[in-house]
Every structure is written in C-alpha cells, then in structure tokens.
C-alpha cells in the first residue's frame, strides 16, 4: 500500500509539473492570467451476464484542460500528451482562439482570496489492486446469489464492477497548485423475475471509496433479487390526488431539482422557478439541508471545485429558507457575489431527517404511494412543473398492499418542496444528497 500512495505522489507532482510548464510558457505569451487542471483515472471495468463475460475493459483516461486570458479574453484547449513539445502547441493553440471570441467582464480566473492553496487531506484514496479473475467472480457470485434467492427469477440482465482510482490537479497564475488522489469501487446486479400474468425488472448496488467497505456480491444479489419478486404482478391505481413517498434511493432526485434551480446559470439567465425566492420559505421548517464538503471518504467530498476556489459547509436551506445560491466564479461576477465553491457541482447535502424509518412513514401516510422507480425527464426547472413515470407500491391502513406501475406522479415543485412531511431515518449515502425517504402530503396520481 506504501508503494501504491508513493506511485500516486509520484503522478501528481509529474501532472504538477506540466501545469507548471503551461503556466509559465502561457506567461511568456502575455496572457494576463492562466489555468489549467487535469483529473485521471485509470482502473479496471467488468460486465457479466449470467457469469459469461460481456465487457472487460482496462482504461486511463484523462486529459490537461488549459484557459488562458488576453484582458477579457478567453481561449482554451486541451491536451492528453504531457510532453513539453505537446504542452507547447495547446497554449498556443489557446492563444490562438482567444484572439477570436468575445470580450466578456465575467470570465477570468477565480479572485486568490477565495482559493485553497492547502487542501486538507480527506482520506479518498483507498486504492485496491484487484485482478480480473476476482473482478469476474464477483459478478457471477451476485447472479448466482440472486438466481438462488428466489425461483421467479428467471434471467438476468448483467452485473457490473468497477474499481478506478486516480487524481486531480489545479494550477493558476495566482500561484495555486494543489491536487488530492480518490478511489471509486462499485458493484452492481440486475434481474429479471417472471410469473405468469408479468415480468419485472430491478437492481441492487454497492459504491465506495473503500473497497472493503462494498457490501458483498451475495448481499447485492439476494438484495435484487428482493425487489425485482417485490414487484411482480404489480397493478395500476385509479387517478386520485393521494400522498407519496419517495423511497431514499430515489428522493434525492428531488433535490437535485432544486440544485438546478439555484444555481448561478440558471439564476443570471433568469430561467429558474426558484428565481425571487433568496431569503424566503420554500419548505416546511422541518426542512434543512446543509452542504459539507469535508467529509471523510464520502464520495462527494473535495478540498476544492473545479476553479481551485476552497470548499467550506455551507447552509443552503436554514428552517425552510433558502439562504444561498450555488455560485461558479463567473456566475459569481455576473451576479456581483463571490464563488460558492460550486464549480463542478455540489459537495455532500446532507438533509436533515426525523426518526421514523420507512414503516413509520408509510404508517403516517396511510393511504398512498410509495414510488421506488421514476422514469422520464419531465421537469421544467423554469416553470417548476413537474410530471414523471412512476413505479412503486400502494400502501393502505399504512402497509404496503401491492406493486404499482405505469402510473405518472405531477404537480408543481414549489408546492411538492412546501408539501414535505416528513424526512425518514433511512439516509443513502451512496451519492452527492444524503437523504432519507420523503414523504409528500399531496400530489396528483395519473393512473387508470
């Protein structure tokens, strides 16, 4: 392991270097300011079906992205070769175009004040040496621990696993140049079950910085297995405004609707339903949500965004009230603020819960739907209309009755955000929001 993390050091100060070198050729060109950053990975990526393989790929990617500044004007290009000559041309190549584009007020490198120029060590490297052979065997030990769970199951549509490591490297004209190495691991099945009147499908899956930390391929199996039986026969239900719960694995996509709706773009373009709403109620008081970027090992956390700005907790939402935009440098200026540190995306949301567990939800529900599956893209973050495919099961005196699909859940975001419940116990952390199930008091229920 010693020799893995001096390998990886070894990498970033190389990376480093050729930063380095464009800086300072991209400063003997004129340019009044530069940056260039380059994230890598390389790792090993496994498809099976029914334990043959269908994919095995061995990858490295990545390449060095360079913006240089003439005044306001920007020109960028990229390079995947590292060599002094290649470096050479791509600054060039990048003095070139910004000769042609626009001047812009906006754009520039982000102001030194809010860089991190000591990026805290947050514990993402856990790398894993793992060989083919495993890799495969895993896939197969989760179809097989699925096929045994259950006799409806019947086939499978593959599992998957991927181990990646790699690194990350930032550098500018003011002086910055730091970057931090990760790791990802994941394994994931898909199953098919059958009966006589219908087939179903679901999956199950694991996802880690740490590969001991993965739940075991007979854990992921037998888990898709469960789902996939779970919603055989599954029915549709009468069009009714109803309550529903949006199960944990999938309630963040609720909050990634409001991540669109904050952030600067869509706030300087004035194309958000959210637009007026800085300083006021949009959720119940029992609603807050709070961004940490430094959590150890999650697989959100960063020391700094993509413009090298210093990532820091940030409240977004304080007792129903949104309290921040979600700003890059440049929608920043466009906006006169500073940067949120959210050029790249967010940082962990954690959004704070009760202590009911899915059964307590369903029993305050009642009557309702409890949603495990959405489909669809039909959500206008300009208008907050919201209209999606839905799957899941119908719950009545607070349990779950029977499987539900080809159903469509609608209404508005501003009344499904203001509608909130309650929030369960059951967090998912397998993703950038961390929430529990959410229950909504009301929405509109599109069946037959």
């Not at 009044?32 to 390389?42: D, H, K, V």
């Not at 609707?257 to 029992?286: C, M, N, T, W």
């Not at 119908?394 to 859940?409: C, K, L, M, Y």
């Amino acid at each position: 392991m010693q020799a893995v993390q001096q390998d990886i050091q070894q990498e970033i100060d190389e990376v480093k270097a050729a930063v380095s070198q464009v800086l300072a050729h991209a400063k003997r060109l004129g340019a009044s300011s530069a940056e260039a950053s380059m994230s890598r990975t390389r790792g090993l990526s496994v498809e099976t079906r029914n334990g043959e393989v269908e994919t095995l790929e061995f990858n490295q990617d990545g390449g060095l992205g360079i913006s240089l500044y003439f005044g306001q004007h920007k020109g960028s290009a990229s390079t995947a070769d590292l060599s002094p000559q290649a470096l050479q041309r791509a600054v060039e190549a990048a003095t070139d175009i910004a000769r042609y584009t626009s001047e812009d007020p906006c754009t520039g490198v982000a102001e030194a004040g809010w860089l991190e120029f000591s990026p805290p060590d947050l514990n993402l490297f856990h790398p894993h040496e793992v060989d083919t052979a495993e890799a495969i065997a895993s896939c197969a030990r989760a179809e097989q621990a699925a096929y045994d769970t259950d006799p409806r199951i019947v086939n499978s549509e593959g599992a998957s696993f991927s181990s990646h490591q790699g690194l990350k490297v930032y550098g500018n004209s003011h002086g910055q140049l730091v970057g931090y190495p990760s790791s990802r691991h994941s394994l994931s099945c898909v199953m098919i079950g059958k009966t006589e009147q219908d087939m179903q499908r679901d999956y199950s899956y694991s996802v880690h910085r740490d590969f001991s930390q993965l739940l075991s391929p007979e854990q992921i199996g037998r888990e898709a297995a469960q789902e996939t039986v779970a919603r055989l026969d599954a029915r549709q239900v009468p069009t009714q405004k109803v309550p529903v719960i949006f199960r944990a694995d999938i309630a963040s996509s609720l909050f990634g609707h409001l991540v669109s709706a904050i952030s600067g773009g869509s706030i300087y373009r004035e194309s958000s339903f959210l637009l007026d709403k800085l300083g006021q109620k949009i959720f119940p008081d029992h609603v807050s949500i709070v961004e940490q970027p430094h959590l150890p090992m999650a697989l959100a956390s960063s020391p700094f965004d993509a413009e090298g700005v210093k990532t820091r907790d940030l409240a977004i939402i304080e007792q129903g009230v949104l309290t921040s935009w979600l700003l890059t440098s440049y929608s920043a200026r466009k906006l006169g603020l500073s940067s949120t540190g959210h050029a790249g995306g967010i940082h962990n949301w954690l959004v704070q819960h009760g202590d009911k567990d899915l059964a307590a939800l369903c029993r305050e529900m009642g009557r309702g739907l409890l949603v495990t599956e959405l489909m669809g893209q039909g959500v206008n973050t300009v208008t907050g209309d919201y209209s999606r495919g839905a799957a899941g099961f119908w719950v009545e005196n607070g349990e779950i009755q029977f499987p539900v699909a080809e159903v469509t859940i609608a209404g508005n975001l501003k009344d499904i955000f203001q509608n909130i419940a309650a929030i369960g116990q059951d967090v998912d952390r397998r993703g950038g929001v961390h929430t529990g199930s959410v229950l909504i008091s009301s929405m509109q229920v599109a069946g037959n």
